[in-house]
């Protein structure tokens, strides 16, 4: 695809998913420049490789450029891409590149579903990669065992995080599609759960005849759309009784799960370092994914046991009798929920949640959701919501949990700011705390700072 190109640039490279592309890129010896509008941890990582990253947009840094690729999330007045397109230079949208370095391999395996695409990616990617298969991974996020969020393989498989974020993963044809579950998301690019469902019956249904759908049925949404899809099936799950792949006997415990594999009605046993019944679920994903492509159970299932997780997944900065500090990328209330339930089950101590809410637009849309989430934390702190990629919105502010909260008779819930986090937190903390830091935005900041300034 690209033997006469050389130059890449990327505009908002300092995304998680672009970063990996530029990585991919850049050790295939292509010459890659970047730009963003603020640093973060990627952005570090890949100036550790030197690769030029611009802090703020302008035209000059479009520069010698034969490739422009820019984020979902780049508006299109931006000043970079105008330059782009008036010096007619070629610009692919993140989903158009990843689909296009998919055909470079022979068949690609798409991670979808509203939660754990990231988690079950590196899950996917590491058995694989544990097996010998050698395959190229780009993943939604650093993965702690490789310290990177995208691996360039020999292999013939390509392992990649199939976003439904402005319908982006209907530019891939994956040969194997997970749906991990299905739940109302991203509410500025379909109009309700039914144009949801839609484009992932699209995306499943863009498998070829010989390929395979994995699709978890203790999702409603995800088990609804099953008779839309003419592709060969197989269902996973822990509630229902009638898939292919079921987990029983599930037991939590200190960060640790070990449950029962039920397949062709024989049982495996299987254990992970990885807490929560979601991760199970993604798992059961992986499982049933590796296993289609003629991987044993048993290799599959000590794979697993070494999987030690993804940044800012269930990340666990301090662990000590006296303190534990979790940092977690949740931001839709399902995740938010299943996040506190895992800890909840995992551990009889009391839960401090430091919630960062995600876009103006998620929050307007589901306060009352997120306010549910955060019940069984005995201590919520709510902080500004993070704005990301939207314009601020006056009409909604993150008072709005709170007030909700106490509504539903929590007591222990305060508004706080970013800047004043750390004093706020530190002057509620109690011996044997459990800390947890969630959303998508820069809290995960401040859960260093926390770790930092209660050692």
Not at 83 to 101: F, K, P, T, V, W
Not at 181 to 210: Q, R
Request: hydrophobic share 40%.
């Amino acid at each position: 695809m690209l033997s006469s190109i050389n130059r890449i640039h990327f505009i908002g490279i300092g995304g998680i998913g672009m970063s990996g592309i530029a990585e991919l890129l850049f050790n295939q010896n292509f010459k890659i420049t970047g730009s963003d509008l603020s640093e973060s941890s990627n952005t570090d990582r890949l100036k550790k490789l030197d690769i030029p990253i611009s802090i703020g947009h302008d035209r000059s840094n479009i520069s010698s450029a034969e490739i422009v690729v820019y984020s979902d999330a780049i508006p299109k007045d931006n000043v970079e891409l105008i330059e782009a397109n008036d010096r007619n230079i070629q610009c692919y949208s993140r989903g158009q590149i990843i689909s296009q370095l998919a055909k470079l391999k022979s068949s690609t395996v798409g991670i979808s579903g509203t939660h754990g695409k990231t988690t079950t990616t590196s899950m996917i990617g590491s058995i694989l990669k544990d097996s010998n298969l050698d395959p190229t991974i780009i993943v939604g996020g650093v993965v702690k065992s490789i310290n990177t969020n995208s691996v360039l393989g020999s292999g013939d498989t390509f392992v990649v995080e199939a976003d439904e974020f402005n319908r982006t993963f209907l530019q891939l044809s994956p040969t194997i599609a997970v749906i991990n579950n299905i739940d109302l998301e991203h509410i500025d690019c379909y109009k309700d759960i039914d144009d949801l469902k839609g484009a992932f019956i699209e995306f499943a249904n863009s498998v070829p005849f010989y390929g395979m759908v994995s699709i978890c049925k203790d999702s409603e949404n995800a088990a609804a759309i099953i008779p839309s899809i003419d592709k060969p099936i197989v269902t996973y799950g822990i509630e229902s009784d009638d898939v292919d792949f079921r987990a029983i006997n599930i037991v939590h415990n200190n960060g640790k799960v070990v449950f029962d594999l039920i397949f062709k009605e024989q049982s495996y046993p299987f254990s992970m370092n990885v807490p929560g019944e979601y991760n199970i679920f993604n798992a059961l994903a992986a499982i049933s994914v590796c296993k289609t492509m003629g991987l044993s159970l048993e290799d599959i299932s000590r794979s697993l046991k070494m999987f030690s997780g993804v940044k800012r997944r269930f990340d666990i900065k301090i662990q000590n009798n006296d303190l534990m500090i979790i940092d977690d990328y949740a931001h839709h209330p399902v995740e938010v929920s299943s996040v506190i339930k895992a800890i909840k089950s995992n551990w009889d101590r009391r839960l401090l949640v430091i919630f960062q809410p995600h876009l103006y637009s998620r929050t307007k849309q589901f306060y009352k959701e997120f306010a549910e989430a955060l019940q069984d934390a005995d201590l919520v702190f709510v902080t500004e919501i993070f704005a990301s990629r939207e314009k601020i919105d006056a009409s909604i502010t993150s008072e709005k949990i709170v007030k909700y909260l106490k509504e539903l008779n929590h007591n222990n819930v305060f508004n706080i700011t970013t800047e004043s986090l750390i004093t706020d937190v530190k002057s509620k903390y109690m011996k044997g705390d459990i800390i947890l830091t969630v959303g998508a935005g820069n809290i995960w900041r401040f859960a260093d700072k926390l770790s930092e300034s209660m050692q």
